[in-house]
């Protein structure tokens, strides 16, 4: 049965949890079918798609203008959602073709009426199609709130989907990715102040828990974040390529399972397959790329780099440590990589 609205998502997860936990817990069902992945590419305005072994396939869509940041596949209908760093959330069919008469003009939805000049960045897609949708920055004294609105798939077949109820509102100053815990929570990274994840009781919008008090004193800044089949919380450092988790749910230490990523470097968000390994996009010299000087200095929407390397999506395996380099090819500035069922 489809879950329509968050207090039937929310009991559906529940019991789903009650079920099935700790065997799949809420990793992506869809990655139960993956056969590609698709990821974005920033610096060239597009999607890419590889097969399951990380090997290019082709360009999956151009973004236009826009500049590629967080991204979702619906499990029903395969359309493929992207935030932008604007107001203007991308869509596409799972052919990677525009929405509208045989794709013959690009599909968005603005929501500056809603969020003003703060852009919406972690896009999270439920089993159901429901698309959960956060905002970047919360910096207090600035009027910006991350917050998460949530939209009902039948909601997003319009050209201007209205979202469902009054949205989330975080005391995040800057926020990263958007996942579900074992709980039914809709938990956010928070990378800035308060360093760590919040996690919202998606039926009362009120706050869950707050993992801050893990991370204090910590130096992790987490902008990906994952939850394994038994609550157990892994996220990616921005700054220093790193990955931590948990030993025991909610419980510090945060323990690094990873370091010795190319540096100098930033971190996106994590993936996860079926068998629980981790990936992790990284752009690699962005001191030079994009904190330098003519002509290697790049902005959100231009970019005069002479640094033509691909940057690499690494999968990890969450229990040695081992690093291997899953796509190397075709990626210019990636945030995401996601699993799809096509």
């Given at each position: ?163 469902i109820g009054p ?62 089949p038994s609550n ?58 994009y904190r330098g ?50």
């Open positions: 049965m489809k879950a329509t609205n968050s207090n039937e998502r929310y009991a559906l997860v529940q019991n789903l949890t009650v079920v099935l936990c700790p065997a799949i817990a809420l990793f992506d069902l869809s990655a139960h079918a993956v056969t590609n992945e698709l990821v974005g590419s920033a610096e060239s305005h597009s999607i890419e798609r590889f097969d399951n072994n990380g090997n290019w396939i082709k360009t999956f869509a151009s973004t236009g203008p826009y500049y590629t940041v967080g991204f979702a596949a619906s499990p029903v209908t395969g359309g493929v959602f992207v935030s932008t760093f604007t107001a203007t959330v991308l869509r596409y069919t799972n052919r990677g073709a525009s929405f509208g008469p045989n794709g013959s003009y690009w599909s968005t939805f603005n929501m500056s009426s809603l969020v003003g000049a703060n852009p919406p960045q972690a896009l999270l897609l439920d089993s159901s199609g429901d698309l959960i949708l956060a905002t970047n920055y919360g910096e207090s004294g600035s009027g910006y709130t991350v917050e998460s609105f949530d939209y009902s798939y039948k909601e997003l077949k319009k050209e201007a989907p209205v979202p949205p989330i509102k975080t005391t995040i100053e800057e926020g990263g990715q958007s996942a579900w815990d074992v709980l039914g929570n809709l938990c956010i990274a928070s990378w800035y102040s308060p360093q760590g994840a919040q996690c919202y009781n998606p039926i009362t919008r009120a706050l869950a828990y707050d993992y801050s008090s893990e991370f204090l004193n910590q130096g992790i800044e987490p902008v990906g974040l994952a939850f394994g157990i919380l892994t996220v990616s450092s921005l700054f220093s390529g790193q990955v931590f988790a948990e030993t025991t749910p909610r419980i510090e230490p945060l323990n690094l399972i990873v370091t010795g990523t190319v540096q100098p470097a930033e971190v996106g968000f994590l993936a996860v397959d079926r068998t629980g390994n981790l990936y992790l996009p990284e752009w690699h010299n962005v001191a030079a790329r000087q003519p002509p290697d200095f790049c902005t959100y929407y231009s970019c005069q780099d002479a640094d033509t390397r691909s940057d690499i999506v690494y999968k990890i395996d969450p229990a040695s440590g081992a690093v291997t380099n899953f796509i190397s090819n075709h990626l210019w500035g990636p945030y995401q990589m996601i699993f799809v069922p096509f």
